[in-house]
């Protein structure tokens, strides 16, 4: 009889000692579990994140770079509305002078505009000027009749049939734009009338002087973009980049032919807030895989000294007594 209760305590304490390494595998499995879950949650989450805002700074950039395309049509219209420069032009000779000053490298200084063309009612070129300085008409003219005569004859069209300006528009005068590659430069090339602002000039509808403007894309214009957008490296590119990591913007003319990207490095709130967190969460980790451990041991502790000693039961029955 008792050696069956010590064969019985001796096979207790071997569960015993058998079940506690179980419980703390299992502990340790779970733990690690779940970082594994949690890591790949935030990397589930960081991404999708990272990929809406991706689409949504598209969808900005693509807005700003419209607005500000039509902006250089508004700027002309701070002297292209005007009786005196109606009257400047009618003058015989021209005062060129008074051209730069006004019409001409004014638009450099004060809107950062790279060429300026003035064509007469014939479309024949009277003046131009090129970064900042007055430019030769004879050079200038090949380069109205490929790139700004289908604006010219757009712009006259319109003029011929008094297209109406919307009220609500900030817009003065009718105008045609497009995009266009100008002396090897992605640029944008405007087109608006030079009309009275008083209605004391009248002028036969498509007979107008006309003001050429054209803004260079690979130099401030975008730039500027970037640097109000807080747009890392953001750039002309006339292919599309190489880097998948880079975001862009096509830029095209108005027949769909593709001029070029707009390109910059994304903002990834996402990758962001990972690398803000992903020390902390390690760190907490590491602290609940210690805690669990020191708990676990001292389960072990526990167990081990509640347990009965061990004893190698006699299986032999006593031979004396």
């Known amino acids: 009889m008792e050696r069956l209760r010590r064969l019985g305590a001796l096979v207790s304490s071997e569960r015993h000692e058998a079940f506690v390494p179980q419980i703390i595998i299992r502990s340790v499995v779970i733990v690690l579990l779940m970082a594994a879950l949690l890591a790949g949650f935030m990397l589930v989450a960081a991404r999708k994140a990272d990929e809406l805002s991706i689409a949504r700074q598209q969808k900005l950039i693509a807005t700003v770079l419209e607005q500000n395309f039509r902006s250089i049509a508004h700027d002309q219209e701070a002297a292209t509305v005007w009786d005196d420069s109606v009257d400047e032009l009618r003058k015989r000779p021209i005062d060129l002078r008074w051209l730069d000053d006004n019409l001409g490298i004014w638009f450099h200084s004060y809107y950062g505009h790279d060429e300026i063309m003035i ?104 730039a500027d973009i970037a640097g109000r957008y807080e747009l890392g490296g953001g750039r002309f590119a006339a292919k599309l980049p190489d880097d998948p990591g880079l975001s862009r913007v096509a830029l095209r003319t108005r027949s769909g032919s593709l001029l070029g990207y707009f390109v910059w490095e994304p903002f990834l709130p996402g990758t962001a807030m990972l690398g803000q967190v992903a020390p902390a969460l390690g760190a907490s980790l590491i602290i609940v895989f210690a805690i669990v451990t020191w708990l676990l041991r001292r389960i072990r502790f526990s167990t081990s000294s509640s347990a009965p000693p061990r004893r190698a039961p006699s299986i032999w029955p006593t031979m004396i007594r």
Do not use: C, W
């Open 119 to 222: 064509v007469d009612p014939n479309d024949r070129l009277i003046y131009a000027m090129r970064e900042g300085r007055r430019d030769d008409i004879a050079g200038a003219a090949r380069l109205v009749r490929i790139t700004a005569q289908p604006l010219l004859t757009e712009l006259r069209v319109r003029m011929r049939n008094g297209l109406p300006i919307r009220r609500a528009s900030a817009v003065l005068t009718p105008g045609a734009i497009d995009l266009g590659m100008i002396n090897g430069h992605p640029a944008i090339v405007s087109a608006k009338p030079i009309v009275s602002d008083t209605g004391e000039r009248p002028q036969r509808p498509g007979s107008e002087y006309i003001h050429v403007s054209i803004r260079y894309l690979d130099g401030s214009f975008i």
